[in-house]
C-alpha cells in the first residue's frame, strides 16, 4: 500500500471515528478520547526513537510539558488558537530534542537513558521557579466554552478532540512513511547493530538527531493543547509520571519495530486506563500499566505485533 493511498485509509477512519463520536452525544467520550489520542501521539512520536533507532528516551515527559508550557508562555503574551500553539511547541521541543541530541548521543544503553532522564528533572526545576508561567503554584487557562466555524458553534472540548485525531492521523502516517524509507532503513541498522552500521558507512549521528527532532516535536505537539484540555496547568502535572511511563510501556505492548505497535498499545492501555478512571479511581492507572507491562514482556517479549507476526510465520511454514 503506498503513502497516498494510506493517507486516504487514515484520514477515512478518523472521519469514522468523529462521526462515531459525534451519534454517541456523550462528552465524556470526548474527554477521554482525547486523551487516547494524546497517548497515540506520544507512543508513536516515542517510538520513532525508542522503536526504531533502539534508544530508549525516559524524557518524555519533559518534551510534553515543554509544548504544554509553550501554550502557557503565548496565552501570557497574546492568546493564539491552539492549531499555531501546536506548531510552536513543536519548534520549541523539536530545537530542545536536536539540542539533546547533540549532546547525549554520544552515550549509550543505560548511560542515554539516564541522561534524558536528568533533562526532564531539569525542565521541571526551570519551570517551578519561573513565575511567569506560573512556578510551583501553576497557571489557570482560561477557554471559551463553544467555538464557531462557518456558522455552526461546538463544544470546545469536541474541537480539541477533532485536532488531536487530526494530529494522530498525521503522525501515524509519518511513521510508517518513515519505517519503509532510506531514513527508516538507517533507523534499523543503529538499532540492529550501530557499530557495524557507522563501519558500513552509514550518517549514525546525523539520523539520530533527526529521530531526536522528530520526536521530541511530535510530542511537544501533543502537549501544547494540554492546558487549555484540563484548564489549569501546575509542574506535576505537566511533568507527570504517567506520561513517562505510558510512552514507553505501550509501544513496548504493541510492539516497537512497527508503526502499528504504538497505535495497538496506546488503544489497549489508554482505554483500560479509562474504563479504571471512570469504575475504580485514577489512582490505578499506573498500577494498570504495571501488571500489563509484566505480563506482556513474559507472554509477548516483542508486543503484540511480534506475537502475531510470530504465529503467523509458524503457520506458514510448511
Not at 497517548?39 to 534508544?55: D, E, K, Q, R, S
Not at 485525531?165 to 534499523?188: C, K, N, Q, W, Y
Not at 493543547?225 to 509501544?251: D, H, K, R, T, W
Amino acid at each position: 500500500m503506498n503513502g497516498v493511498k494510506f493517507s486516504c485509509i487514515a484520514i477515512a477512519v478518523g472521519l469514522v471515528v468523529l462521526a462515531f463520536a459525534h451519534w454517541l452525544k456523550l462528552d465524556y467520550f470526548y474527554f477521554a478520547g482525547y486523551t487516547i489520542l494524546q497517548f497515540i501521539v506520544l507512543a508513536t512520536a516515542w517510538n520513532i526513537l525508542g522503536g526504531y533507532c533502539g534508544y530508549v528516551n525516559f524524557g518524555s515527559a519533559a518534551f510534553f510539558a515543554l509544548g504544554a508550557y509553550s501554550s502557557v508562555f503565548m496565552y501570557k503574551i497574546i492568546p493564539l488558537p491552539v492549531p499555531v500553539l501546536m506548531l510552536i511547541g513543536a519548534v520549541v521541543s523539536g530545537i530542545v530534542g536536536l539540542g539533546m541530541g547533540y549532546l547525549t548521543l554520544r552515550l549509550r544503553g543505560s548511560f542515554f537513558a539516564i541522561a534524558t532522564l536528568a533533562l526532564a528533572v531539569v525542565l521541571q526545576t526551570l519551570v517551578v521557579n519561573w513565575d511567569f508561567v506560573g512556578g510551583s503554584r501553576g497557571a489557570y487557562i482560561i477557554r471559551p466554552e463553544t467555538i464557531e466555524f462557518g456558522g455552526f458553534s461546538i463544544n470546545y472540548i469536541e474541537y480539541l478532540f477533532v485536532l488531536m485525531l487530526g494530529l494522530a492521523v498525521i503522525v501515524l502516517t509519518i511513521a510508517r512513511t518513515i519505517e519503509r524509507s532510506r531514513l527508516g532503513f538507517g533507523f534499523a541498522t543503529i538499532r540492529d547493530d550501530e557499530m557495524a552500521a557507522e563501519a558500513s558507512g552509514v550518517p549514525t549521528l546525523r539520523l539520530k538527531l533527526i529521530a531526536t527532532t522528530l520526536s521530541g516535536a511530535f510530542m511537544g505537539m501533543a502537549g501544547a493543547p494540554f492546558p487549555y484540555y484540563i484548564g489549569y496547568l501546575q509542574p506535576s502535572s505537566a511533568f507527570g509520571l504517567e506520561y513517562a511511563v505510558n510512552s514507553i510501556a505501550m509501544p513496548m505492548i504493541g510492539g516497537t519495530t512497527s508503526w502499528v505497535g504504538p497505535l495497538v498499545g496506546a488503544v489497549l492501555l489508554g482505554s483500560a486506563q479509562q474504563y479504571a478512571t471512570v469504575t475504580i479511581s485514577s489512582a490505578v492507572n499506573l498500577l494498570i500499566v504495571g501488571l500489563m507491562l509484566v505480563g506482556f514482556v513474559i507472554i509477548a517479549p516483542n508486543g503484540l505485533i511480534g506475537l502475531v507476526q510470530a504465529r503467523l510465520r509458524a503457520w506458514r511454514r510448511p
